[in-house]
C-alpha cells in the first residue's frame, strides 16, 4: 500500500522530470518545489491554527482560567477545551497538518534513495516502479547522478587545490538554511510563555544541527532536497508574509544588554 500510493507515484514523477529537464539534480529541486506547492493548502491551514493558538494565550478568558485552575489540571482541561469549542479552534490544528505532510517528506526520502540506485540488484527493483505507460522511463536508468560538483548518490564535497580534504559546502548551505527557516518561521514569543519560547529556541539550534549531519553523511541528492525545502518554505512564509524578521535580531539585542 505504502509503495503504491507514495513511493511509485514519486519515483515516476522525478523520473519524468528527469526525462524533460535532462538532469536529476535539477529533477529533485523542481519536485521539492512541487511537493511544496501541493502541501501548500496544509501549511496555509497549520498557520491559521498557528496564530489562533497564539491569540488564545492574551484571551482574558483564558488568562482567568489559567490562574483560576492552576492547581486543578482536570478542571483547567475541562474549561479550555469549552474555550476551544467556543472559539472554533482546534488544539491539534497547528500540529495536524505536520503530522500529514510527515508521511509525505519519508517517501520523497525513500524516492530519491531508489532513484539513486546502483547495484544490479536495486537498479532491477527500480524498474518494477514504472508505470507501463511511462515505460520509456526505464531508458533513464540506471541516472545520470552529476550535477554541478555533486554524485548525488554520494554525499557532497567541494575539492579546492591546496586543500587536502573536501569541504562539505552543501552540508553547511543547509546547516544555515534550516536555521534560518526555523528562526523567520517562529512566531514571537508572549509573556509568560518563557517555557515555550526556550524550546523554541533551542529546537533553532538541535535542527539545523542535525539537518546538517544528515547532509553531511547522506548521498547529495537528499542534502540537495534538504536545501530546497527549507529555501522554498522560507519563500512560501515570505509571500504569506508570515515572518517574523525581528527573530534574526537577538544578537543585537544581546550585545545591547551587555553594553
Known sequence: ??????????????????????????????????????????????????????????????????????????????????????????????????????????????????????????????????????SNLAELIPLNNQFLWMDLSQPERIFIPGIEFGIPLLAVLVMVASFMQSKLMAPPSSPGNEQAAAMSNMMSMYMPLLMGYLAYSLSSGLALYFFTSSVVGIIQYALLGRLHWENLNFLKKDNGSKK
Open 1 to 134: 500500500m505504502w509503495n503504491t500510493l507514495i513511493i511509485a507515484p514519486f519515483i515516476n514523477v522525478l523520473l519524468l522530470i528527469t526525462e524533460l529537464v535532462g538532469n536529476f539534480g535539477i529533477a529533485i529541486i523542481l519536485f521539492t518545489i512541487f511537493i511544496r506547492l501541493l502541501t501548500h493548502p496544509l501549511t496555509v491551514k497549520q498557520l491559521k491554527g498557528t496564530q489562533a493558538m497564539q491569540d488564545l494565550q492574551s484571551d482574558p478568558r483564558y488568562i482567568k482560567m489559567q490562574e483560576k485552575y492552576k492547581d486543578d489540571k482536570e478542571k483547567l482541561a475541562q474549561e479550555q477545551m469549552k474555550l476551544y469549542q467556543e472559539l472554533g479552534i482546534s488544539p491539534f490544528s497547528s500540529c495536524l497538518p505536520t503530522l500529514i505532510q510527515f508521511p509525505i517528506i519519508i517517501g520523497l526520502y525513500q524516492a530519491v534513495i531508489r532513484s539513486l540506485s546502483s547495484t544490479p540488484v536495486e537498479l532491477l527493483n527500480l524498474t518494477r516502479y514504472i508505470y507501463p505507460a511511462l
